[in-house]
């Protein structure tokens, strides 16, 4: 009997609905043999309709729909169930090798006295199998790296291109008194009522974006407005990831202050101790310098006594200098005190002794004399 023309149109919007599938899709008479595939499965499968329809669905393309898993479904499911859904067949094809398929079958009752016919629904969710495990895996990592975060004793932070915060490490929000739902995707020059709005900060993070550099050890001192006036050091340095991701940089900060706070202690006990040793110095260098004035007028004196004017004179013109030294000795005593270093240099022993030696013989000799 011939096609009428309604069975006609009906038969070929039949096809192009099929057509119309994104996925593949396959129509099997009750003997499992191909009736018709739409244009996806003859694209992802690599076959042609000549080597297609007709066929045991097990023979296509060099048996590579051989499936047991599928044999199971058709044969033995299906016919109890009329229908199954989401099973996961895992195979390596021969055209496009190892992929996950979603399985979707129905099977469809017609008009009395015609053959039921099956239609099979395949999805390829390889792809979306990756990414899952991807993202697991991202997950995975993630949740690896904020522990290492938090573990770290120092407020550490995660920004991103925008310096806005991806995460932070639990030893920040204790020393910043700040909480994570007013933290995370913040920007930074934002977070605690602007206490971050650095000028310098955000001169050091524009920099380290356009020159992908790092810094280190950067001293700013600032008053935060939770935890008052404090000493910081930054270190930050700029993650490259894999093609296609977001920069992120990871800026670490270590709070100096009480360490600051020492390092001024002992300065300043090392000063102390420096200038308790150093008056002592001077305590014995005026005591030379006072021996030498009082020497030297008293064997002005002496010479007076006796009549000799000229080793009198000759006396008191050796007490200038030792005023000038005086004088020099108080120079330095106030160049100390005023935080001045003192100047170390080498002088030459050879006057010295020989100044030691005159001033001697000069007090000894009008003792001997007499």
């Given at each position: 009997?011939?096609?009428?023309?309604?069975?006609?149109r009906?038969?070929?919007?039949?096809?192009?609905l099929?057509?119309?599938?994104?996925?593949p899709?396959?129509?099997?008479?009750?003997d499992?043999?191909?009736?018709?595939?739409?244009?996806?499965?003859?694209?992802?499968?690599?076959?042609?309709?000549?080597?297609?329809?007709?066929?045991?669905?097990y023979?296509?393309?060099?048996?590579?729909?051989?499936?047991?898993?599928?044999r199971?479904?058709l044969?033995?499911?299906?016919?109890?169930?009329?229908?199954?859904?989401?099973?996961?067949?895992?195979?390596?094809?021969?055209?496009?090798?190892?992929?996950?398929m979603?399985l979707?079958?129905?099977?469809?009752?017609?008009?009395?006295?015609?053959?039921?016919?099956?239609?099979?629904?395949?999805?390829?969710?390889?792809?979306?199998?990756a990414?899952?495990?991807?993202?697991?895996?991202?997950?995975?990592a993630?949740?690896?790296?904020?522990?290492?975060?938090?573990?770290?004793?120092?407020?550490?932070?995660?920004?991103?291109?925008?310096?806005?915060?991806v995460?932070?490490?639990?030893?920040?929000?204790?020393?910043?008194?700040?909480?994570?739902?007013?933290?995370?995707?913040?920007?930074?020059?934002?977070?605690?009522n602007?206490?971050?709005?650095?000028p310098?900060?955000?001169?050091?993070?524009?920099?380290l974006?356009?020159?992908?550099?790092?810094f280190?050890?950067?001293?700013?001192?600032?008053?935060?407005?939770?935890?008052?006036?404090r000493t910081?050091?930054l270190?930050?340095?700029?993650?490259?990831?894999?093609?296609?991701?977001?920069?992120?940089?990871?800026?670490?900060?270590?709070?100096?202050?009480?360490?600051?706070?020492?390092?001024?202690?002992?300065?300043?006990?090392?000063?102390?101790?420096?200038?308790?040793?150093l008056?002592?110095?001077?305590?014995?260098?005026?005591?030379?310098?006072?021996?030498?004035?009082?020497t030297?007028?008293?064997?002005?004196?002496?010479?007076?006594?006796?009549?000799?004017?000229e080793?009198?004179?000759?006396?008191?013109?050796?007490?200038?200098?030792?005023?000038?030294?005086?004088?020099e000795?108080?120079r330095?005593?106030?160049?100390?005190?005023?935080?001045?270093?003192?100047?170390?240099?080498?002088?030459?022993?050879?006057?010295?002794f020989?100044?030691?030696?005159?001033?001697?013989?000069?007090?000894?000799?009008?003792?001997?004399?007499?």
């Amino acid at each position: 009997m011939p096609i009428s023309g309604p069975a006609i149109r009906t038969k070929e919007f039949l096809e192009n609905l099929i057509d119309a599938v994104r996925e593949p899709l396959v129509v099997l008479d009750q003997d499992l043999r191909v009736l018709s595939v739409s244009r996806a499965f003859y694209e992802v499968f690599q076959v042609k309709p000549r080597e297609t329809i007709g066929h045991l669905i097990y023979d296509l393309g060099n048996r590579q729909w051989d499936i047991p898993k599928l044999r199971e479904l058709l044969e033995t499911i299906l016919p109890q169930h009329t229908s199954f859904k989401d099973y996961e067949v895992v195979h390596n094809f021969s055209g496009i090798g190892l992929r996950v398929m979603l399985l979707n079958a129905r099977q469809i009752k017609r008009a009395l006295g015609k053959k039921q016919i099956i239609l099979l629904a395949i999805e390829d969710i390889t792809d979306r199998q990756a990414l899952a495990v991807l993202k697991i895996a991202e997950d995975d990592a993630r949740e690896f790296a904020q522990s290492i975060i938090d573990t770290i004793r120092e407020p550490l932070i995660v920004l991103d291109h925008d310096l806005r915060i991806v995460a932070a490490s639990r030893a920040f929000y204790e020393v910043f008194h700040v909480k994570p739902e007013e933290t995370i995707g913040q920007l930074i020059f934002d977070l605690g009522n602007g206490q971050w709005n650095i000028p310098k900060l955000r001169e050091l993070l524009d920099i380290l974006l356009l020159q992908a550099t790092t810094f280190n050890d950067y001293e700013v001192v600032h008053d935060f407005s939770n935890i008052g006036r404090r000493t910081m050091l930054l270190n930050a340095r700029q993650v490259k990831r894999r093609q296609g991701k977001e920069r992120m940089i990871l800026l670490a900060i270590e709070d100096v202050t009480d360490r600051k706070r020492m390092e001024a202690e002992l300065l300043k006990n090392q000063r102390v101790e420096s200038l308790g040793v150093l008056a002592g110095g001077i305590a014995h260098d005026f005591n030379n310098l006072m021996a030498g004035l009082m020497t030297n007028t008293e064997l002005a004196r002496l010479h007076l006594q006796s009549g000799r004017l000229e080793g009198a004179l000759e006396r008191l013109d050796k007490t200038p200098p030792i005023f000038f030294q005086g004088r020099e000795l108080t120079r330095r005593l106030l160049t100390f005190s005023k935080g001045g270093v003192p100047v170390r240099s080498p002088i030459a022993l050879g006057p010295f002794f020989e100044g030691v030696v005159g001033f001697c013989l000069d007090w000894l000799r009008p003792h001997l004399a007499a």
